[in-house]
């Protein structure tokens, strides 16, 4: 089925967000959080049931959108798609950091009207907030300007395995190119990132 004008203008919407979000416009962070943020909370509790934990889990994920954004193409997947993924990679590794968490120590204790005290509701959250986001935003954009010094072979191809968590087997296919190619495309890639973010790390300081 063909898609509704009113899908299509949103997925254009959506899109354009994140270009100008790979540019640093934190206005157009704004407004895709709000465009996009109850949607993504309910396909990281569908994975992630515990409430609290999703919440967290959808802030980390606007942290990572706020950072690879420059990565969404739009020719491979449409916005709301590489969005959803991003929610969904993150909502797992939330799963996977949960059972890997030591669970000698119970985190509840009895009060005294007989009911039990979550222990760690009191604790500050570990979760970027907004202001967190903001002093992310000069290592996002050197993570920009470098990621725009690479070819768009190595940028498309970072993107699909390292944001929305492809094989290299799977990219290969995804762009229609040898195997060994895409292998070298990602390597070298990722040694050129390297390069320009320790440069401007020992800029920064």
């Known amino acids: 089925m063909d898609p509704t004008p009113a899908m299509t203008d949103r997925q254009t919407l959506l899109a354009s967000l994140l270009s100008r979000i790979a540019l640093g416009e934190k206005a157009a962070f704004d407004t895709l959080y709000r465009e996009t943020s109850a949607h993504l909370l309910g396909v990281i509790l569908r994975i992630q049931k515990d409430r609290a934990q999703a919440e967290d889990v959808l802030q980390e994920v606007y942290v990572n959108v706020w950072r690879s954004a420059q990565s969404f193409n739009p020719a491979l997947s449409q916005a709301s798609t590489w969005l959803g993924s991003v929610a969904r990679n993150r909502a797992i590794d939330s799963l996977r950091r949960r059972q890997s968490e030591p669970s000698t120590i119970s985190r509840y204790q009895a009060g005294s009207d007989d009911e039990d005290t979550d222990m760690l509701q ?78 401007a790390s020992l800029a920064l300081n």
């Open 122 to 199: 009191n604790l500050p959250s570990d979760a970027p907030g907004p202001l967190d986001l903001l002093e992310q935003a000069s290592e996002a954009r050197a993570l920009t300007e470098c990621m725009k010094s690479l070819s768009k072979a190595q940028q498309s191809s970072l993107a699909l395995a390292y944001y929305q968590g492809l094989t290299h087997l799977e990219v290969a296919e995804q762009i229609g190119q040898p195997l060994g190619t895409v292998k070298s495309w990602v390597r070298r890639g990722l040694q050129s990132l390297k390069a320009c973010l320790e440069r």
